[in-house]
């Protein structure tokens, strides 16, 4: 069992990310029964959805003439064009059957705003709102957060970032998490920004 005053925050494992869903990860099914395990060591167990209404602003769909993967620039924040993905109430944005939920304290949502995207579990991308994360944490007297899921190189990075500037012990593990890798080696630059962050890269079999 993991010290009190810490919680595992799971990202994102929706089955739109893992196999067959429309924004799959590589080998993302390979880290379901990783969240299980590990969910039986902490106290406070916590789930992230990324979950976006029909229209949002992320999908190329909403944008007629471009494609999946493109770049576009909306005031001055640059947004990739994704394919629709964790639409809120389908099947895909639904959590992967074989997660086991009743660990599971509490489940924030992100992305329902269609004109911002929301990469990390505490704020928008362009941190002007909050996801209710961050004092939810502050209430339950958590000091250290131990982060797993999918995205290594979208989500799983940016709420680990944000986890340190709030002041967070943050944990990151490493053979846990799984990279979109639209770019080789995204993950691995994804790792190294985190350490420099001072975010602490650690493996399933410390705990
Ligand atoms: C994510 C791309 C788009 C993620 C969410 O969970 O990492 N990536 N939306
Ligand atoms: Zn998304």
Same mark, same amino acid.
């Given at each position: ?5 810490? #919680? ?5 494992l ?20 990783? #969240? ?7 106290? !406070?167990?916590?789930? /992230? ?13 909403? *944008?007629?003439?471009? %494609? ?12 990739? !064009?994704?394919?629709? *993905?964790?639409?809120?109430? /389908? %099947?895909?944005?639904?959590f ?36 209710? !994360?961050?004092?939810?944490? *502050? ?8 982060m ?13 970032l ?16 799984r ?9 691995a ?16 079999s410390?705990?």
């Open positions: 069992m993991i010290k009190d005053q810490s #919680a595992l925050i799971l990202i994102d929706q089955n739109d990310f893992c196999s067959k869903g429309s924004l799959e990860v590589p080998d993302a099914d390979a880290i379901i029964p990783l #969240a299980n395990r590990l969910s039986g060591c902490f106290d !406070l167990v916590v789930a /992230t959805k990324d979950w976006h209404p029909k229209d949002h602003l992320c999908f190329a769909s909403n *944008h007629p003439g471009k %494609k999946v993967n493109e770049i576009i620039t909306i005031g001055d924040i640059k947004q990739i !064009l994704w394919p629709d *993905h964790c639409i809120q109430e /389908t %099947k895909g944005s639904e992967h059957p074989d997660l086991n939920t009743a660990p599971i304290n509490k489940i924030f949502y992100k992305g329902s705003n269609k004109n911002i995207d929301s990469y990390s579990a505490f704020f928008d991308n362009a941190h002007l709102s909050e996801t209710g !994360l961050a004092s939810y944490l *502050h209430e339950q007297g958590i000091k250290d957060v131990h797993m899921g999918l995205a290594t190189d979208y989500c799983v990075k940016y709420s680990c944000d986890a340190v500037r709030l002041g967070f012990n943050t944990y990151v593990i490493k053979d846990a998490c990279g979109v890798n639209l770019k080789e080696e995204d993950s630059k994804a790792f190294e920004e985190m350490s420099r962050e001072g975010v602490k890269i650690v493996n399933i410390e705990y």
